[in-house]
């Protein structure tokens, strides 16, 4: 083999993805540079070396499936200039699964990618701390006010990087679950205290981000950890004591970060010293329910072009006017896809979230599982394939996953080779 020909074959796909994933969390165009790149190449590839496999391929079905779906719903869209501009941002549906089918990798190179992702997760995370700080430090404020919502929340995610929380904490934990992969299969104590300091970490971040839903998946994500690990090991009354720490630990420092503890205190109703009122519970309910009537067409949606339209419309209808000004869309992905694509995409959504589970959880890949439930949780409280990070997260999660289906060095749920 030519030097030519081992960088083409092995060093430059694997350059091109790592690039693709470190560009994950920036801004859109940079991402959408490192797709366009690895499409080129991949289509290079499979016109020099016939490498697509169909049998991959044929694993993104539900994939297709849905972008095809929407495709469909340009016909009936009143905006179609919307529906376009939807549609091609759905495009990673058709892409990613297209370049996993096509290029050369070897498996266990997908550890490595997914690796660095983590790795890089960690920079932007300290990225984001040393910004916050330097604020502070600006305005000659006490550190402890580093968690209230001048440091917190927004100007933790928008202000520093460009993401919305949400989005920034759904990036976090995936992270986070890459490093747990990691601790299962350590065999040093050094590399173990490592990966523990830096899952604590991003898991602090995670708080200090105030992105309501992940800090309550990754809640679970613990508890079922904890609980799996000791009752495997048949040591129930350790496991016991770790969860009443995860329990401990999860109150002190979720009251001690302001903005988290206002957040989760407006969930059942809140009201400030200045009379502002906050029952976002119920809020959400009826958000919800205005997302759910603004469907003209139960079987097929009222387009991808005109859903946003729609539940705007609805929102008035229901009293929500600032919703209605601000532009929100449903905040469930699901209720989304209902006013879009109708019933029709909201069971090809499901088929993409059920067939991924069934195959992970038959062949114990325990990304696989962690990614997809993970996912699935996020999607209740927000519309994740509105944006270009949740779109391209969320496909490129998945196809990674069956990537690693038969990866010799993946380890099952036992942390065992």
């Given at each position: 083999?030519?030097?030519?020909s081992k960088?083409n074959?092995q060093f430059?796909?694997?350059?091109?993805?790592?690039?693709?994933v470190?560009s994950?969390?920036?801004?859109n165009n940079?991402?959408?540079i490192?797709?366009?790149?690895?499409?080129?190449?991949?289509i290079y590839?499979?016109?020099?070396?016939r490498s697509?496999?169909?049998?991959?391929?044929?694993?993104?079905?539900?994939?297709?499936?849905?972008f095809?779906v929407?495709?469909f719903?340009?016909?009936?869209?009143?905006?179609?200039?919307?529906?376009?501009?939807s549609?091609?941002?759905?495009l990673?549906f058709?892409?990613l699964?297209?370049?996993?089918?096509?290029?050369?990798?070897?498996?266990?190179?997908y550890?490595?990618?997914?690796?660095?992702?983590?790795?890089?997760m960690?920079?932007?995370c300290?990225?984001?701390?040393?910004?916050?700080?330097?604020?502070?430090?600006?305005n000659?404020?006490?550190?402890?006010?580093i968690?209230?919502?001048?440091?917190?929340?927004?100007?933790l995610s928008?202000?520093?990087?460009?993401?919305?929380?949400?989005y920034?904490?759904?990036f976090?934990l995936?992270?986070?679950?890459?490093?747990?992969?990691l601790?299962l299969?350590a065999?040093?104590?050094?590399?173990?205290?490592?990966?523990v300091?830096?899952?604590?970490?991003?898991s602090?971040?995670?708080?200090?981000?105030?992105?309501?839903?992940p800090?309550?998946?990754?809640?679970?994500l613990f508890?079922?950890?904890i609980?799996?690990?000791f009752?495997?090991?048949?040591?129930?009354?350790?496991?016991?004591?770790?969860?009443?720490?995860l329990?401990?630990?999860?109150f002190?420092?979720?009251?001690?970060?302001?903005?988290?503890?206002y957040?989760?205190?407006?969930?059942?109703?809140?009201?400030?010293?200045n009379?502002?009122?906050?029952?976002d519970g119920l809020?959400?309910?009826q958000?919800?329910?205005a997302?759910?009537?603004?469907?003209?067409?139960?079987?097929?949606?009222?387009?991808?072009?005109?859903?946003?339209d729609?539940?705007?419309?609805?929102?008035t209808?229901?009293?929500?006017?600032?919703?209605?000004?601000?532009k929100?869309?449903?905040?469930?992905?699901?209720?989304?896809?209902?006013g879009?694509?109708?019933?029709?995409?909201?069971?090809?959504?499901?088929?993409?979230?059920?067939?991924?589970?069934?195959v992970?959880i038959?062949?114990?890949?325990?990304?696989?599982?962690?990614?997809?439930?993970?996912?699935?949780?996020?999607?209740?409280?927000e519309?994740?394939l509105?944006?270009?990070?949740?779109?391209?997260?969320?496909?490129?999660l998945?196809?990674i996953s069956?990537?690693?289906q038969n990866?010799?060095?993946?380890i099952?749920l036992k942390g065992?080779?």
């Amino acid at each position: 083999m030519t030097v030519f020909s081992k960088i083409n074959k092995q060093f430059l796909p694997l350059g091109l993805l790592l690039f693709f994933v470190i560009s994950l969390p920036l801004k859109n165009n940079i991402n959408s540079i490192s797709i366009i790149l690895l499409t080129l190449y991949s289509i290079y590839f499979q016109a020099t070396h016939r490498s697509f496999s169909l049998k991959t391929f044929k694993k993104f079905t539900p994939f297709i499936v849905y972008f095809l779906v929407a495709l469909f719903s340009v016909l009936y869209s009143e905006n179609t200039s919307r529906a376009l501009k939807s549609v091609n941002k759905l495009l990673p549906f058709i892409l990613l699964p297209f370049i996993f089918s096509t290029l050369p990798i070897v498996k266990k190179q997908y550890h490595t990618i997914l690796h660095y992702f983590a790795s890089f997760m960690v920079f932007l995370c300290l990225f984001s701390h040393t910004k916050v700080l330097i604020k502070l430090y600006e305005n000659n404020d006490v550190l402890f006010n580093i968690f209230n919502n001048k440091y917190s929340y927004l100007s933790l995610s928008q202000d520093t990087v460009g993401i919305h929380s949400t989005y920034y904490a759904y990036f976090v934990l995936i992270a986070i679950i890459v490093f747990l992969h990691l601790l299962l299969k350590a065999k040093t104590a050094k590399l173990k205290m490592v990966l523990v300091g830096l899952i604590a970490y991003l898991s602090f971040f995670i708080f200090h981000l105030s992105s309501r839903l992940p800090i309550v998946v990754l809640f679970l994500l613990f508890n079922g950890a904890i609980v799996y690990y000791f009752f495997t090991k048949k040591k129930l009354k350790t496991g016991v004591i770790y969860l009443l720490l995860l329990y401990g630990l999860t109150f002190f420092i979720g009251y001690n970060v302001r903005i988290t503890r206002y957040r989760f205190q407006q969930v059942f109703g809140f009201t400030y010293a200045n009379g502002n009122e906050f029952n976002d519970g119920l809020n959400k309910l009826q958000q919800f329910k205005a997302a759910i009537e603004s469907n003209n067409n139960v079987l097929f949606g009222n387009g991808i072009g005109d859903a946003n339209d729609e539940i705007y419309k609805a929102y008035t209808n229901l009293g929500l006017d600032t919703y209605a000004e601000r532009k929100y869309n449903a905040h469930n992905q699901f209720i989304q896809t209902y006013g879009g694509l109708g019933l029709i995409g909201v069971m090809v959504l499901l088929a993409i979230f059920g067939y991924a589970l069934f195959v992970f959880i038959r062949d114990r890949n325990f990304l696989g599982i962690l990614f997809v439930l993970s996912s699935l949780l996020v999607f209740q409280t927000e519309s994740m394939l509105e944006r270009h990070h949740g779109i391209v997260l969320f496909v490129f999660l998945i196809c990674i996953s069956f990537q690693l289906q038969n990866d010799k060095q993946a380890i099952n749920l036992k942390g065992e080779l």
